[in-house]
């Protein structure tokens, strides 16, 4: 009987296959060396609120513009339409400001404005094509600078708008998902001034006019801020160093970056960041206005405006706390979130100046007494409304925000300092509980007065009686 040939084939499953193929490609994307660092573009892109932020129910409408739309992200809703109509008036202008016809100020912004397309997050919504685009940022940047313009010239008639419409446009023009790359109107402005730094002088200007009028000594203090006379280095750096957009002018302003870097904080400071011990707030707790006051910190107004410019002095029993000056109204829950919002995002500089500083008031800020403590110091301006209303505001900003861990380090542990010091906090207590008002003051000095007249009485009647038993000897 002939061996009978027995074949036998097993079949390869193709899931198995792609099983195995996608695990080596898996791999082999590890050993990759394009995945040993996370690239980020050399530019910031101008991106949408971060997820985190955007979803905090009370804080939505903060990101979103009341009156018109800058740039792609909100570009169309029907809600801001009415406001289109005022963009080819003000393009036109614009134009007769610059003495230029408005297609030369088109072509300019269309040699830009692939590159300006360019600095958006457009990722999943680039339904835009370019000369639409390029229609948008023309349109968009001629209306921003002419209404700059306007403001700082005082010719608000010329807008044709209303007062409240001036308002709505003011804050709209810095939100985070309505800003206009700065390439666009440093182009735009090339036709009106011989100089760049003209230009941002203007919107240095705009800036300081945005806010309320202040007392004549604020009113010095932010034209000192928005407006200095800047040298011949300074004016370099500012050139060679534009802003993104206008939103991180504002914040270039606010806080100088150096002031959170680890290099520059004190010894002590270092040794926590390396322990990792300040992250667990395990050496410093935080503390109200109040709280520190009744343990003799007082609070003083900064020089300086910057967010970054927190200091602390101790002075015998006492210390004192340095603040910058910040006016609360409307627009400010607006302006800080967005602020926090543009250094959320993953592409910008990793200082979060602005977010540690609303971390910091939060922590100082529990109760309207605390706020009036603040308050009567000239460190909170108050145009909002009620005390209350300005913790809650404090409150509201500081939600789910992270500062950054060497943000006023050396500030924390001089007032934990203080706090360990029992005999400063002793004096600060004697001195709170007996002296808070002016009518214990006087009661204490009417009480010393009493007991000095007693005491002289004493002293006058043992002399008395002295002189009485001993009679002087006669001559």
Known sequence: MAAEEVSIVIQTDPCSRSHSS??????????????????????????????????????????????????????????????????????????????????????????????????????????????????????????????????????????????????????????????????????????????????????????????????????????????????????????????????????????????????????????LHEKGCYLTGEWCSYRSAMELKTVGIHFLPSKSHRFSDITFKSTGFSSQLSLPPIHIDDSTKSMLLNLVAYEACPDTADDFGVTTYVCFMDSLIDNPEDVKELRSKGILLNFLGSDQHVADLFNEIAKDLVPNPYGFVGVKLSIEDHYKSKIKVWMAEWKHTHFSTPWTMLAFGAAIFVISLSVMQTILAAIQTYLTAHPPQGK
């Open 22 to 271: 996608s695990h080596e490609e898996w791999i082999k994307s590890l050993r990759s060396e394009s995945t040993l660092g996370i690239t980020t573009p050399a530019v910031p892109k101008i991106r949408r609120v971060p997820r985190i932020l955007g979803n905090i129910e009370s804080n939505k409408k903060c990101y979103e513009p009341f009156v018109v739309s800058i740039g792609p992200f909100h570009h169309g809703k029907p809600e801001l339409e009415p406001m289109e109509k005022f963009k080819i008036p003000l393009a036109k202008q614009y134009a007769k400001e610059c003495n230029a016809s408005v297609i030369e100020l088109y072509n300019k912004v269309e040699e830009v404005a692939g590159e300006a397309k360019k600095c958006y997050n457009m990722e999943g919504e680039d339904n835009v094509d370019e000369k639409e685009f390029a229609h948008m940022m023309f349109l968009d940047g001629c209306f921003i600078l002419q209404f700059i313009c306007c403001i700082v010239r005082e010719k608000h008639g010329e807008l044709m708008m209303k007062s409240h419409d001036i308002a709505f446009v003011r804050r709209d023009i810095f939100l985070l998902e309505n800003q206009l790359p700065f390439q666009v109107l440093q182009v735009l402005m090339s036709l009106m001034f011989k100089e760049l730094d003209q230009g941002l002088e203007m919107i240095d200007k705009f800036i300081m006019r945005s806010r309320p009028q202040h007392p004549k000594k604020m009113k010095y203090f932010f034209q000192k801020y928005f407006c200095p006379k800047r040298g011949p280095a300074e004016a370099e750096d500012k050139r060679l160093n534009l802003p993104i957009h206008l939103l991180e002018l504002v914040r270039t302003n606010l806080s100088d970056a150096s002031a959170f870097d680890p290099k520059r904080q004190t010894s002590n400071a270092r040794d």
